[in-house]
């Protein structure tokens, strides 16, 4: 069944996350960009506090933030991130002349167990075999996610027959398959028939549709049930 990805910003939002069917409490700051990061001492009590409610299907996934694709940037980011015991690791594959320096430079990091995930931007053009260099490198997923939040999904970026094509990609690769980006309750039946591994949401649960107000229990409950 696909799993439920619910970003939030704090003990308490991770709490109606988790009360209402969440399946991954993902830890993001919407005030500071697409991946926005929170500080490593709010992830830090968040991971505690769900990590307590000793639900075992339950888990957490953080971003390092927006960074732009410098290697020693990035395992450094990384490497201080995996210090909160957070059971994912998502990084923003933004747009740069060749990824490679950035995924060796995670090796280290990928052999010690942290388990990456690539998150790729809709609106991005990306090489023919980055997924297949993301696989290589030992990244667990790719996640796909909008970095312009103002309104346009996923959908509107791919077609139909895209949206299949890529998920055959990454799921014959072997690799979790994510997706999110201003996604909201009307756009599950699209986004179920690729069949990704999980489906992630923030702005479409939240009050007014507003990835910076409050989540809204009711509209996390409605598409946990559409699920």
Known sequence: MTQLLISVTSIEEAK????????IIDLKDPNQGALGALSIEQINSIVTYVNAQDIA???????IGDLPMQADLISRHVAELSKTKVDFIKIGF???NDYQPCLDAL???IKAGIKLIAVLFAESTYPANLIEAIKQAGFIGVMVDTF?????TFLDFYSEKKR?????VIVNSGLSFGLAGSLKLQHLALVKEVNPTYIGFRGGVCDEDKRRLSLNAEKIKAIRKTL
């Open 164 to 168: 299949k094509e890529l998920a055959k």
């Open 148 to 152: 312009n939040k103002n309104g346009l």
């Open 16 to 23: 109606i996350a988790i009360e209402n069917g969440a399946d």
């Open 107 to 109: 090796q280290a990091s």
């Open 94 to 96: 933004f747009e740069t």
């Open 57 to 63: 299907k339950v888990r957490t996934s953080a971003t």
